[in-house]
């Protein structure tokens, strides 16, 4: 064989590899522009939502107000109110925090994952009885701290809920409080 037939074979052998690594990342490009990357999840979640429940903790009770964002990519943004409420010495108190976080969810048509990633709470209100007084406030005179809610939620903390039903502008969700009992989640779009 000449030294030209071997170099017409070589080129032509470049040609192709060529031409066939081009079709590979030409379909690989098209089926990711089509095909959704990342964690399962469906479709109904992605957007605002607007969430309140309420279910017992050890000492009373813990209720939330706020709105989650389902985002395409698997994340989630939550901002809202976590208001404690108990009893001490007969008499009835509750701590308002501010929350933000985040975090990744999955989902298919039985149940809602998440996982949080990030945690910011700040103590804004106590109230017990008549008196009602800012937490920082509240602390400086006491000499007590609350709970560093920041450290109770440490990222990596996760959960499921079980979709109960899911419309267009509604979801139920059902999860199980700290003592293992069901609570019910309802979630619509903000109006």
């Keep these: 064989m000449k030294?030209?037939?071997?170099k017409q074979f070589t080129r032509k052998g470049y040609v192709r590899a060529g031409g066939i690594i081009t079709l590979i990342a030409g379909i690989a490009t098209i089926y990711a522009a089509f095909h959704d990357s990342g964690p399962e999840h469906n479709p109904a979640f992605l957007g605002r939502w607007e969430s309140n429940y309420q279910h017992p903790v050890p000492g009373g009770s813990v209720a939330f107000n706020g709105i989650t964002e389902y985002f395409r990519n698997g994340r989630y943004n939550v901002n809202g109110t976590l208001k404690f409420s108990g009893g001490a010495a007969d008499k009835p108190f509750s701590a308002v925090v501010l929350t933000k976080g985040s975090g990744t969810w999955t989902a298919d048509n039985k149940f809602l994952t998440f996982t949080l990633t990030g945690l910011h709470t700040e103590p804004t209100s106590f109230k017990?009885?008549?008196?009602?007084?800012?937490?920082?406030?509240?602390?400086?005179?006491?000499?007590?701290?609350?709970?560093?809610?920041?450290?109770?939620?440490?990222?990596?903390?996760?959960?499921?809920?079980?979709?109960?039903?899911?419309?267009r502008q509604r979801i139920v969700l059902e999860g199980k409080d700290p003592f293992g009992n069901p609570f019910t989640v309802v979630t619509s779009?903000?109006?």
């Excluded at 030294?3 to 071997?6: A, S, V």
């Excluded at 400086?140 to 109960?164: M, R």
Aim: no cysteine; aromatic share 6%.
């Design 3 to 6: 030294l030209e037939t071997i």
């Design 128 to 167: 017990s009885g008549e008196l009602e007084m800012p937490i920082p406030l509240l602390e400086k005179l006491s000499g007590y701290s609350l709970p560093d809610l920041n450290k109770q939620y440490v990222p990596g903390s996760s959960d499921e809920y079980e979709i109960v039903t899911q419309e």
């Design 189 to 191: 779009r903000p109006q």
